[in-house]
């Protein structure tokens, strides 16, 4: 018999008795199993988040200055500024937004119940393919395609059937590995973000807390190392980003669930490539649980198929479309009221847009794990048709589009933007007033003809 243990397992790590101590062959592993037993027993879903929380923490590492006052009145007064000179350029109002500097350690915190929402669905789907694709397994070798020698090896009486049964053994044991799996690697992901983001909104979705603009000094700085510009320049562009995002989130009530929910919409119909699903079980060593950088190594395999059915293409296309209308105005605003005041605005607005291009080793985790791009590809698209409506429309026009999700642009708005301005895309009809018209035509023409 193998002397490889199920999912990786090793007798190593003995204490030098030749694996006969207190705990037999798996001697001087104790500390390991007991820590084991507790990642396995998370009941809270599909992501394992204390897990993902630990590996997150581990990431970030020591190197997570902390936040001193002077760091926070400087964030405090970069807000303010921000507030300020965003006023004469939106519609939207500043409602006192809670300004607050965080530690990459303070942001993993704030913003894990919204990566629970984003990223629960899609984890759910991983770990009911794990068992779709252990008990198809199981079903053949139960159906008489078992070996006589390990047929004869089964206790006696022993039910495959009753073990992939609902809330059997083998099953729930799944449950919990797939947990495993997602919780590591998300808080990989979590952790590699939290040394990039200068905010609690910069990549597009509302991560933080309502009604909090949060910046985060150290990653800042960093942005700004090698610019030659002023940090308090840097800091005030970064803050405006903020401000704006934040204006937006906070007075368009819907727009958060609208958001989140076209991520879920989108997750519900993934779906998974089961041969690279299965490369994944076989390359993970449990040992390596803690050890984030291997198990990245480990997990990098993308058992996302790609979007298929037309149900999943329109739903990713929305989803892009809605992220990029977002960053999208909050380009164009941050930069209109950046160019009366900053002379680095354009270098700083360039190096936004670079570093969205380029990305991050964070971002691409992010695609493997959830299936989907964080940075919109038609952003360029939607800061022109939003900067367009507002020489068109006025300000008021550019930000009355937000009152309701049926009047946002279109993918092909963003396609052909000059139709969208003018009025004469389909996509601006309102469908209230067309039936409102047909229900109540003018005194000039008949209205519809009553039966006999």
């Keep these: 018999m193998s002397s490889q243990f199920p999912f990786g397992f090793s007798p190593g790590g003995g204490g030098g008795d030749g694996g006969q101590g207190p705990f037999g062959p798996f001697g001087g592993m104790a500390p390991f199993f007991a820590e084991l037993e507790k990642l396995l027993s998370w009941q809270g879903g599909p992501v394992n988040w204390d897990l993902a929380k630990q590996v997150a923490a581990r990431t970030v590492g020591s190197d997570d200055p902390k936040v001193t006052s002077t760091d926070e009145d400087a964030v405090a007064a970069a807000l303010r500024v921000a507030d300020v000179w965003l006023d004469p350029v939106?519609?939207?109002?500043?409602?006192?937004?809670?300004?607050?500097?965080?530690?990459?350690?303070?942001?993993?915190?704030?913003?894990?119940?919204?990566?629970?929402?984003?990223?629960?669905?899609?984890?759910?789907?991983?770990?009911?393919?794990?068992?779709?694709?252990?008990?198809?397994?199981?079903?053949?070798l139960g159906s008489g395609g078992l070996p006589p020698e390990?047929?004869?090896?089964?206790?006696?009486?022993?039910?495959?059937?009753?073990?992939?049964?609902?809330?059997?053994?083998?099953?729930e044991m799944m449950n919990r590995i797939g947990g495993l799996l997602f919780g590591a690697q998300v808080g990989?992901?979590?952790?590699?973000?939290?040394?990039?983001?200068?905010?609690?909104?910069?990549?597009?979705?509302?991560?933080?807390p309502s009604g909090t603009a949060a910046l985060l000094p150290a990653n800042v700085a960093a942005f700004g190392d090698g610019l030659d510009i002023s940090a308090d320049e840097v800091r005030i562009y970064l803050a405006l980003?903020?401000?704006?995002?934040?204006?937006?989130?906070?007075?368009?009530?819907?727009?958060?669930?609208?958001?989140?929910?076209?991520?879920?919409?989108?997750?519900?119909?993934?779906?998974?490539?089961?041969?690279?699903?299965?490369?994944?079980?076989?390359?993970?060593d449990p040992s390596a649980l803690m050890n984030p950088e291997s198990l990245a190594e480990a997990l990098g395999e993308d058992v996302f198929a790609d979007a298929t059915t037309p149900e999943q293409e329109a739903a990713l296309g929305r989803l892009e479309v809605g992220?990029?209308?977002?960053e999208g105005w909050i380009d164009h605003v941050t930069d209109t009221a950046a160019s009366a005041h900053l002379p680095a605005a354009p270098r700083l607005h360039e190096m936004v847009r670079r570093r969205r291009a380029?990305?991050?080793?964070?971002?691409?985790?992010?695609?493997?794990?959830?299936?989907?791009?964080?940075?919109p590809r038609r952003l360029r698209e939607a800061a022109a048709l939003w900067a367009a409506l507002r020489d068109a429309r006025g300000t008021d026009g550019r930000d009355a589009i937000w009152d309701h999700p049926d009047l946002l642009p279109s993918a092909d708005d963003l396609a052909n933007p000059d139709a969208f301005v003018s009025g004469s895309g389909a996509s601006t009809l309102d469908?209230?007033?067309?039936?409102?018209?047909?229900?109540?035509?003018?005194?000039?023409?008949?209205?519809?003809?009553?039966?006999?």
Excluded: N
């Design 90 to 140: 939106t519609t939207l109002p500043a409602g006192g937004a809670l300004a607050q500097a965080w530690s990459r350690t303070r942001w993993i915190d704030a913003t894990l119940p919204v990566w629970r929402t984003l990223c629960d669905p899609v984890a759910a789907k991983v770990v009911e393919a794990m068992r779709t694709g252990l008990s198809g397994g199981i079903a053949q």
């Design 150 to 171: 390990l047929a004869a090896a089964l206790p006696p009486g022993l039910d495959l059937g009753k073990l992939m049964a609902s809330g059997g053994p083998v099953l």
């Design 188 to 208: 990989q992901a979590i952790g590699t973000l939290a040394r990039e983001v200068v905010s609690s909104t910069e990549i597009g979705l509302p991560l933080g």
């Design 241 to 284: 980003r903020e401000a704006a995002a934040t204006r937006l989130f906070g007075h368009v009530p819907w727009l958060r669930a609208h958001l989140l929910g076209m991520v879920e919409e989108y997750a519900r119909g993934i779906t998974i490539d089961q041969e690279a699903l299965g490369r994944v079980i076989r390359m993970v």
């Design 323 to 326: 992220l990029a209308l977002v």
């Design 358 to 375: 380029e990305g991050g080793p964070a971002e691409q985790t992010f695609a493997t794990l959830v299936g989907l791009s964080l940075r």
């Design 431 to 452: 469908p209230i007033a067309e039936i409102e018209k047909l229900l109540d035509p003018p005194p000039d023409e008949p209205g519809p003809a009553t039966p006999a």
